[in-house]
């Protein structure tokens, strides 16, 4: 793999933005997506298609390693087509068939590996957006520009509540917000891949800034890490 291909990881709890910032700044650089929190998903929808059982280690690691997804930005209604094996999958994986799939695939080791690999391989020309929690501390540990992109608990409850409210789902503030805490909690002290920024990260608080503000701090950021990576190179 090509070591000078650049590479911007934005890592941060659920709720704070990361989905709309990763889509916006790989439209705008004209480079390549990787929605890391939905590869999960997406190989439990390619196992179930496939009809492995979700205890076949070896057929899934096999599936892993050359899983066919892709993550299409259509920049226009801010949103990422996520294609497998040539298919729009993008509302298939949100099915809780899929969900309790994926829980399960997750649990073995070697398919962990198979797709820490496969995640790795996205890093292809002219570039790399990378979307998730450990995208900068274990995914691409080498990546240039770093960005750790965050929000209150009450700020992330309170857009999570406005999107279920779009939807026709009723919701309640407060137990969003103490959701929102627990799964913190969780992914901050797990063993494995802890949710943490990465060393020499662009901290990001979201709770006032706009999406534009955001992403106007990361492109600076951005160009100023790559800058300086190209002229060390």
Do not use: C
Request: overall charge negative.
């Amino acid at each position: 793999m090509a070591t000078n291909i650049p590479v911007i990881t934005i890592d941060g709890p659920g709720g704070a933005g990361k989905g709309t910032v990763s889509q916006i700044l790989a439209e705008k650089l004209g480079w390549h997506l990787l929605d890391s929190g939905a590869i999960y998903r997406v190989l439990a929808l390619a196992a179930i298609h496939h009809r492995f059982a979700p205890d076949d280690e070896e057929s899934l690691v096999a599936l892993a390693s050359n899983l066919d997804v892709k993550f299409e930005v259509e920049a226009e209604k801010a949103l990422t087509h996520i294609i497998l094996e040539g298919e729009d999958v993008t509302m298939t994986i949100r099915t809780q068939q899929v969900a309790d799939m994926a829980s399960k695939v997750a649990a073995l080791p070697r398919v962990r590996e198979a797709l820490l690999r496969r995640q790795r391989a996205f890093k292809e020309l002219p570039g790399l957006v990378a979307d998730g929690r450990d995208m900068g501390t274990v995914v691409f540990k080498d990546a240039a520009a770093k960005v750790y992109l965050t929000a209150s608990a009450e700020e992330r409850a309170r857009r999570r509540h406005q999107q279920l409210l779009e939807k026709g789902i009723p919701a309640k503030i407060d137990q969003l917000i103490a959701e929102i805490q627990e799964r913190d909690e969780r992914d901050t002290n797990r063993s494995v891949a802890p949710l943490k920024a990465a060393e020499g990260s662009l901290f990001v608080d979201s709770t006032t800034l706009t999406i534009a503000e955001v992403v106007d701090q990361i492109l600076e950021f951005a160009h100023g890490k790559l800058s300086h990576s190209e002229k060390t190179a």
